[in-house]
T-cell receptor, first 116, second 110 residues
Framework: DGGITQSPKYLFRKEGQNVTLSCEQN?????MYWYRQDPGQGLRLIYY???????QKGDIAEGYSVSREKKESFPLTVTSAQKNPTAFYLC???????????????FGPGTRLLVL | EDKVVQSPLSLVVHEGDTVTLNCSYE??????LLWYKQEKKAPTFLFML????IEKKSGRLSSILDKKELFSILNITATQTGDSAIYLC??????????FGTGTRLKVLA
């Protein structure tokens, strides 16, 4: 089945710890994104990548880091510098090329991060 | 600064009612407007509206885009409990940047 997978479903972080959220897609999409969603708020862009080995900061990149070594994978690391990491994290992808559907994003199921 | 504003923030209706959700925007380099439904986890795509397609309809859901007044509405007729969700509006600005509103939380009572 084609789609986007995220793991883990739930993640607990201790103070001062770095944690990594996984995002994998087999849709052959060029672009991948990471969003953070807090209660009562919409999706805020953390990082995005249009191509392998290249990525750009979004609106709230501080305290986060990413890599894009493969087209299929876009892991997000929440570092200890992120002081308020408790949120719901969504990964998305989009094709960037093709017909009208290239403008649609497809989302993974999300990872809920909690701080112990 | 680019922004997308949705209203109302939340809404409670009874089955069979008709609801209208609003999305207004101020965005540079507008490319398209997208509506998503988010029930528990991943948002699912509903509609995309562009300069060439300003009205879309799918079953009980319909949406229009007014590019002059910079807003869109999402209309749901004969609501059902399964329509209960958060509805997100997003603008695609340029090639890759999506700007999301805060969403409207809809609850449909039986």
């Amino acid at each position: 089945d084609g789609g986007i997978t995220q793991s883990p479903k739930y993640l607990f972080r201790k103070e001062g710890q770095n944690v990594t959220l996984s995002c994998e897609q087999n849709l052959n999409h060029d672009a991948m994104y990471w969003y953070r969603q807090d209660p009562g708020q919409g999706l805020r862009l953390i990082y995005y990548s249009q191509i392998v080995n290249d990525f750009q900061k979004g609106d709230i990149a501080e305290g986060y880091s990413v890599s894009r070594e493969k087209k299929e994978s876009f892991p997000l690391t929440v570092t200890s510098a992120q002081k308020n990491p408790t949120a719901f994290y969504l990964c998305a992808s989009s094709p960037l090329r093709g017909t009208e559907t290239r403008e649609t994003q497809y989302f993974g199921p999300g990872t809920r991060l909690l701080v112990l | 600064e680019d922004k997308v504003v949705q209203s109302p923030l939340s809404l409670v209706v009874h089955e069979g009612d008709t609801v209208t959700l609003n999305c207004s925007y101020e965005v540079t380099n507008f490319r398209s407007l997208l509506w998503y439904k988010q029930e528990k986890k991943a948002p699912t795509f509903l509609f995309m509206l562009t300069s060439s397609g300003i009205e879309k309809k799918s079953g009980r859901l319909s949406s229009i885009l007014d590019k002059k007044e910079l807003f869109s509405i999402l209309n749901i007729t004969a609501t059902q409990t399964g329509d209960s969700a958060i509805y997100l509006c997003a603008i695609l600005s340029g090639t890759y940047k999506y700007i999301f509103g805060t969403g409207t939380r809809l609850k449909v009572l039986a």
